[in-house]
């Protein structure tokens, strides 16, 4: 199933489900217990907001093989771990806003694939960690790379999370309907062209051993969202680069999933 929150016409935040994004039913039930009903109330959709809201935001770097070849790196034996806050989260169709105050020039795409935990979960098994899922989404951890690269201290947090710098949506796809999160085709789109098509078979570490790594002495809440790496193709790896401008769309895809579009804009600054 398919969740998503929105905004209706009288302006309430609301859970729904939906086939075709078109037609809306709201639901009843709780969705961190997977025990939820569809009802026939047609829900007229103003806006379309984040499926959650998460409480932290944990990032894996370099965590598929190709796009750490391009990168020039090595394999990590490890996931490579960082954060991104949550004032980074942007609503599908909200747009992409190129720092100015702190200015970036060179902001970058990635496709990833979403991961939500349902329930509190600790130093969990890669056997037992998709237990503790919730659902998965579509993210694109947006890059500044000359903050991340350059400027940010030897720490990737700075050029990571900056205010919309982690659009996740439309729906949440709740555990029981994902067949398998090891084999999913991911792509991005800037402007229509393909820039990045590849599938979660490339990533080095699976949505179960990120988990299993995470949750060591460490406790992950429900509403934790985990971003779980990008494919081949980002713009920082093209030659010559190519980064976000101004009135680019940016469109993130996931199989099974959805379709997460942004536009791009510049931050207005006094």
């Known amino acids: 199933m398919k969740i998503y929150r929105v905004r209706d016409v009288t302006h309430q935040i609301r859970m729904a489900t939906s086939d075709d994004e078109k037609n809306f039913f709201a639901i009843r039930g709780d969705i961190s217990f997977e025990e939820v009903k569809i009802t026939n109330e047609r829900i007229e959709v103003a806006d379309l907001l984040t499926p959650i809201e998460p409480k932290t935001i944990y990032a894996i ?46 902001v970058d795409f990635e496709a990833e694939l979403g991961v ?82 590849s599938n979660t078979r490339d990533m080095i570490f699976s949505v179960a051993k990120i988990i299993e790594f995470l949750s060591g002495s460490t406790t992950l809440e429900p509403d934790t969202l985990i971003i779980t790496g990008t494919p081949e193709g980002v713009g920082m790896g093209r030659i010559p680069p190519v980064y976000l401008q101004s009135g680019d769309v940016v469109e993130v895809e996931i199989e099974g999933i959805g379709l997460l579009r942004n536009l791009v804009i510049e931050e207005k600054t006094a």
């Open 116 to 197: 939500v935990i349902g329930c509190k979960c600790k130093n969990v098994s890669a056997a037992d960690a998709l237990n503790y899922v919730l659902g998965y989404t579509v993210a694109n951890d947006v890059s500044a790379r000359d903050w991340q690269k350059t400027w940010g201290g030897s720490q990737w947090c700075r050029g990571k999370t900056f205010d919309t710098f982690c659009p996740i949506g439309p729906a949440l796809v709740l555990r029981d309907s994902m067949k398998d999160p090891g084999n999913l085709a991911i792509s991005t789109r800037v402007n229509g062209v393909t820039m990045q098509q």
């Open 61 to 106: 770097g370099l965590n598929y093989r190709k796009h750490a070849e391009e990168t020039g790196a090595k394999i990590p034996e490890y996931p490579v771990v960082f954060l991104k806050s949550p004032t980074a989260i942007q609503d599908p169709g909200g747009p992409i806003v190129l720092p100015r105050h702190l200015r970036s020039d060179k």
